[in-house]
């Protein structure tokens, strides 16, 4: 059973542009929620993350988007690069203890 | 920042033989570490929780006595795969939880290939 479920599973964007990738989830005792960038034969480098009170958290390009009564999360990643062109996975976690990952989104950034 | 170090990056080995995938937490103590399985294009399986200290607790499916996982310190954390064989060949990746403000920071993987 996902625990976290991500779409969409492919993204194409063209420089410059936001690129959106969604994460929903049902067990409402979740309460950190961070996004991973990997790169191909790298590990998962943590790119961002929130908790569930807050909606909305940006460092830089990045901004995660937080609806806790949909039960949902978002990443956006504003101004768009080739260099952000990676997989990223979103997760969630009780307490720090076992992380559940979505599936993974692998972004296309075209120039 | 915290960083988890997993060597090797990458390791061939032939059928049959074993393989040792070490993690270690170099800026902070790790009584709790996770290995997950990675296949091409796919999310991470987690594999086993290691405790410090204490049995690795496997998750379903997951053989344990293929897998060997040792936590003797706060600092380290092996896998061994015992016996490898070519289906064994993945991405192993370890992570480990550096306080809060860090999160859930992951080794860089091993690459795994046996032939």
């Known amino acids: 059973q996902q625990q976290v479920k991500q779409s969409p599973q492919s993204l194409i964007v063209q420089k410059g542009g936001i690129s959106i990738i969604n994460c929903a989830y049902e067990n409402t005792a979740f309460d950190y929620f961070p996004w991973y960038q990997q790169f191909p034969g790298k590990g998962p480098a943590l790119l961002i993350a929130?908790?569930?009170?807050?909606s909305e958290k940006k460092e830089g390009r990045f901004t995660i988007s937080f609806n806790k009564s949909a039960k949902q999360f978002s990443l956006h990643i504003m101004d768009s690069q080739p260099g952000d062109s990676a997989t990223y996975f979103c997760a969630a976690s009780i307490a720090g203890n076992q992380f559940y990952f979505g599936t993974g989104t692998s972004l296309t950034v075209i120039p | 920042g915290a960083v988890v170090s997993q060597h090797p990056s990458w390791v061939i080995c032939k059928s049959g033989t074993s393989v040792k995938i070490e993690c270690r937490s170099l800026?902070?103590?790790?009584?709790?570490m996770f290995w997950y399985r990675q296949f091409p294009k796919q999310s991470l399986m987690l594999m086993a929780t290691?405790?410090?200290?204490?049995?690795?607790?496997?998750e379903q499916g997951v053989e344990k006595d293929k897998f060997l996982i040792n936590h003797a310190s706060l600092t380290l954390s092996t896998l061994t795969v015992t016996s490898a064989h070519p289906e064994d060949s993945s991405f192993y990746i370890c992570?480990?939880?550096?306080?809060?403000?860090?999160?859930?920071?992951f080794g860089s993987g091993t690459r795994l290939t046996v032939v």
């Open positions: 992570s480990a939880l550096a306080g809060t403000d860090y999160g859930y920071t």
């Open positions: 290691s405790n410090e200290g204490s049995k690795a607790t496997y």
């Open positions: 800026d902070f103590q790790a009584t709790t």
């Open positions: 929130i908790r569930p009170d807050v």
